[in-house]
C-alpha cells in the first residue's frame, strides 16, 4: 500500500521509492536505508511502495500490477524518477520508463550517484567512474531503439560500426585507460604500504556499516580530522595513522569506506585497491552500530562483504558503538557478555575508550614476539629501533654489545634473528 513522505526538505529531484524485499521484519530497515540514500543523494521523497518479491520479473523487474499501481502513484505525485531498491537490467529500465513516463533509477545507480558526490582524491574519482562506466556498458543497448541501433541498410552499407558498437568500443577503451590509472595509484599505494612495513607496527583496519562510527572513532583515537557525516558514504577515501597505546604498545590505524547490504560487485570491484587495505591488515576492528535496531542485519552485512574480500578470517575487535544512546543497559552488557572479543564504547562521548585501547594492546600483544639480542655497537641504531618500533623490556651496556629483550612484531624479529641469543 502506497504511502506519502512529507516530513523531508525538498531539493533538487523527488522521486517514487520502491522498497523491494520479501521478509516484512526487514520493512523498517529497508525503508530507512533507502530514505537515508536519498538524502545523502540530494533526492526527496514524495511516496513509497512496497513489493514483495523473491526474484525479478523479467520484463518489468515488479509485477504488471505493481507497474500499474507505481505509474499511478509517480503522475499523482508528478514525480521526476522512480527509485527502486534493486538492480534492473537495461531491458526492464526502458520498460518501465515507457510506463511511467519519467526516469528509473535504481539502488546501485543511487550509490554510485553518491560515490560520485563523496570522491574527493584523484583514486576515488578514478574508482567510481570505473564502477558507473562498468554498470552502464551492459546497459547501452537499451538506449539505442531498434533504429538508431543500424546505420547501415540498402544504399548506406560501407562505414561498417553502428553508433552502438562505437559507443561501446569507447566505454570500452575508457575502461581500460581507467584500470592503467587506477593500477599506477595502487602501485603508489603498495609502495606506501612497504614503506609503512619497514616500521613494524601492526596494522589493523578499521570498518562497519556505513554511518556506524568509523570517523568519529579514528579521529579520537588518532587525533585526525576526517570528516563525521551521518549519512551514507561520508568517508570514500582511507586515512592511516600512528596510534600510540597504553605501556609503549603502538599500531597503524587504517579508516576504510562503510559497507552496506548489497553492495554493489561493480563498487567492491573498483574500490579494490581501496578495500584491500582491510586485507593486508593484521586484524580488524569492527565497529557495530548498537543504536540501529537492525543492528544484527548490518553486522552480518558487513561480515558478508569481509568475506567477499577474503578478509573474514583475520583476528577481529567488535566494537559496540552508540552506547550513550542505547536505553536499555542490561541488555547492552549481555550483549557485549554473549560477543565474543567486544567492547561496548561511545566514540561521540569517549565512553568505553580505556576498554578499547585495552583489549587493541591485547591484540597488539598478541602479534608481537619476545626477542633477546645482543647488538653490536657497530649497529646500535637497531636498538633506538626496538624502542620506535616495538617496546624494549631490558636494555644493558656489555663487552661485546648491547643486550636487549623486547617484544616486536614479525618484520622487526627477522630483522634481529642475527643477533638472537639463547
Not at 523479467?58 to 505525485?77: M, P, R, S
Not at 554510485?112 to 574508482?127: C, H, V, W, Y
Request: charge should be negative; proline fraction near 4%; charged fraction near 25%.
Amino acid at each position: 500500500m502506497a504511502k506519502t513522505l512529507s516530513n523531508l526538505e525538498i531539493p533538487n529531484e523527488t522521486a517514487v521509492l520502491v522498497y523491494i524485499n520479501e521478509d516484512d521484519s526487514e520493512d523498517q530497515t529497508v525503508e530507512d536505508e533507502l530514505v537515508g540514500l536519498c538524502e545523502a543523494a540530494n533526492v526527496t521523497p514524495v511516496a513509497g511502495i512496497r513489493q514483495r518479491l523473491s526474484r525479478p520479473y523479467k520484463g518489468t523487474f515488479v509485477g504488471k500490477g505493481k507497474v500499474q499501481e507505481i505509474a499511478l502513484l509517480a503522475k499523482e505525485c508528478k514525480a521526476e524518477v522512480v527509485l527502486i531498491d534493486g538492480e534492473v537490467s537495461g531491458m526492464q529500465q526502458r520498460n518501465l520508463e515507457e510506463q511511467f513516463q519519467c526516469r528509473v533509477v535504481d539502488r546501485t545507480q543511487l550509490i554510485l550517484d553518491i560515490f560520485a558526490r563523496r570522491a574527493r582524491t584523484r583514486e576515488g574519482m578514478l574508482q567510481v567512474e570505473l564502477a558507473q562506466l562498468t554498470y552502464m556498458l551492459p546497459k547501452l543497448m537499451s538506449v539505442y531503439t531498434k533504429f538508431e541501433r543500424q546505420k547501415g541498410g540498402i544504399g548506406m552499407r560501407g562505414p561498417g560500426e553502428t553508433k552502438l558498437e562505437s559507443d561501446k568500443r569507447l566505454a570500452r577503451d575508457k575502461i581500460s585507460t581507467l584500470k592503467d590509472e587506477i593500477e599506477e595509484v595502487k602501485r603508489v599505494r603498495d609502495q606506501q604500504r612497504t614503506s609503512r612495513r619497514k616500521h613494524p607496527f601492526p596494522f589493523a583496519s578499521i570498518v562497519g556499516y556505513t554511518s556506524a562510527g568509523k570517523s568519529t572513532l579514528m579521529n579520537r583515537m588518532a587525533g585526525t580530522d576526517v570528516l563525521v557525516d551521518a549519512m551514507p558514504f561520508a568517508t570514500l577515501d582511507p586515512t592511516t595513522r600512528k596510534i600510540d597505546l597504553p605501556d609503549g604498545y603502538a599500531l597503524f590505524l587504517t579508516d576504510t569506506v562503510g559497507f552496506i547490504r548489497h553492495l554493489p560487485t561493480h563498487l567492491v570491484a573498483a574500490f579494490q585497491s581501496t578495500l584491500e587495505e582491510v586485507t593486508f591488515s593484521d586484524f580488524v576492528i569492527h565497529v557495530v552500530d548498537l543504536s540501529n535496531p537492525a543492528w544484527e542485519v548490518q553486522r552480518d552485512a558487513v561480515l558478508s562483504t569481509l568475506e567477499t574480500l577474503g578478509a573474514h578470517d583475520k583476528p577481529m575487535l567488535t566494537l559496540f558503538n552508540k552506547i550513550d544512546v542505547v536505553p536499555d543497559k542490561t541488555e547492552l552488557r549481555r550483549i557485549v557478555a554473549e560477543w565474543p572479543n567486544s567492547v561496548a564504547i561511545s566514540a561521540a562521548t569517549g565512553e568505553g575508550m580505556a576498554d578499547l585501547q585495552t583489549a587493541i594492546k591485547r591484540l597488539v600483544q598478541e602479534l608481537l614476539g619476545m626477542m633477546k639480542v645482543l647488538i653490536p655497537y657497530a649497529h646500535q641504531n637497531l636498538v633506538q629501533e626496538c624502542y620506535d618500533f616495538g617496546r624494549v623490556l631490558k636494555e644493558e651496556y656489555q663487552e661485546n654489545g648491547i643486550y636487549i629483550e623486547a617484544e616486536v612484531v614479525d618484520e622487526m624479529r627477522q630483522k634481529l634473528a642475527r643477533y638472537a641469543i639463547e
